[in-house]
């Protein structure tokens, strides 16, 4: 039986709070609902009268570290609830302050958004520190390891998002003989929505002109972010593969020489954008957040005891890394990364928004 106590008699009474600039309740709403509302299809077995519980165990494996576990049901359902959410509760280790406001990282998590001005210098930053830092990413070893950028295989088309004075626009060029070109590839699921498809009928008419109002959520988003950043081409399957292969032996063809090399297109991208937690491609990843559902929260206790909440929202930190003088452990849950994902593709290491 596990011990738990009731935390509030209503989770419609936490909502409020949260929304009054309650951290605490903000962290329980986060991890409820997820930190941009994702945990959509979990919420539907909840009620805004329901209570919420709270169960604290202690972590073994981090001395003076707890784990609290949250239970938003009633109480005779809690030993048959799946319904669980976790975030730590650790000591803080040093009297070290908050990061400062000209923090990159710090910047970026304070935002309302998941995409902002902010945002978009940190993920400039990562880029700068990934190619002159990282062993197999910066120019001079790609010449070493691989031959010159020239020689990589890429996509045979990318968008090009500045062909145009007016950001409504953008076209669709050959770039297969072309020297390789830094672009942004996007990684998406398709989902039951049909996206926008490039076929032999529309081929010209993109090669012409796109207008982004035509364009699914999450392409709109990408480019967005991929502008915002600097670069200037953007790889999406659906728009640079021919679709339709079904009633085209032009467009079968295409789909088969592309989808092969799809290793090489990801790969040889400067970064990935994935869209991981976008059911389909109307649904799109820039959204409204509330950032103090994933910013630690210092609680000082009477005694002199000194606490800090870490939200399973907390944007990826590395082992050992200190905000508010609190050890970052490896995160409890692999859901937890914000998104949109950014991937130096040459690493895959991951970058949470």
């Known amino acids: 039986m596990p011990q738990y106590l009731l935390h509030s008699s209503s989770q419609a009474a936490i909502r409020a709070a949260a929304e009054s600039g309650c951290h605490f309740c903000s962290i329980l709403v986060g991890c409820l609902t997820g930190c941009t509302g994702d945990h959509g299809a979990r919420e539907q077995h909840r009620r805004p009268e329901d209570p919420l519980y709270i169960s604290i165990n202690l972590l073994d494996q981090k001395p003076g570290t707890f784990l609290l576990i949250l239970f938003p049901c009633e109480e005779s ?27 990159e990282l710090t910047a970026s998590r304070a935002q309302t958004s998941t995409y902002s001005e902010a945002t978009a210098e940190l993920i400039r930053s990562w880029i700068i520190q990934c190619q ?84 699914p959520k999450t392409f709109q988003d990408a480019i967005e972010v991929v502008r915002g950043i600097g670069l200037r081409y953007l790889w999406a399957d659906a728009l640079c593969i021919l679709q339709g292969g079904e009633t085209s032996a032009v467009a079968s063809e295409d789909w088969f020489d ?32 509330n950032p103090l559902s994933y910013t630690i929260c210092r609680l000082d206790l009477e005694a002199g005891l000194r606490f800090a ?25 692999s859901n937890s990364p914000l998104y949109p994902q950014l991937r130096p593709s040459r690493m895959q290491v991951r970058h949470s928004l």
């Open 309 to 333: 909440v870490i939200p399973p929202c907390t944007p990826y930190l590395s082992p050992g890394h200190k905000v508010m003088g609190v050890a970052r452990a490896s995160a409890l849950s």
């Open 132 to 215: 002159a830092e990282h062993p197999v990413c910066g120019e001079k070893h790609f010449a070493l390891l691989e031959g010159q950028r020239p020689s990589m295989p890429g996509p045979r088309r990318l968008l090009d998002l500045q062909a145009f004075q007016t950001p409504g626009r953008i076209r669709l060029i050959e770039a297969e003989n072309e020297p390789w070109l830094p672009y942004c590839a996007l990684s998406y699921s398709w989902g039951r929505s049909k996206p926008y498809l490039l076929t032999v009928h529309n081929l010209s008419d993109f090669q012409k002109e796109i207008h982004l109002s035509n364009l």
């Open 77 to 103: 359902q809690i030993l048959d609830s799946y319904m669980d959410y976790t975030l730590q509760l650790a000591p803080v280790e040093s009297d070290t302050p908050e990061s400062t406001p000209d923090d």
């Open 258 to 289: 592309q989808t092969g090399k799809m290793s090489d297109i990801f790969g040889n991208s400067l970064i990935t954008i994935a869209a991981s937690e976008a059911h389909d491609g109307s649904q799109g990843f820039i959204t409204s957040r």
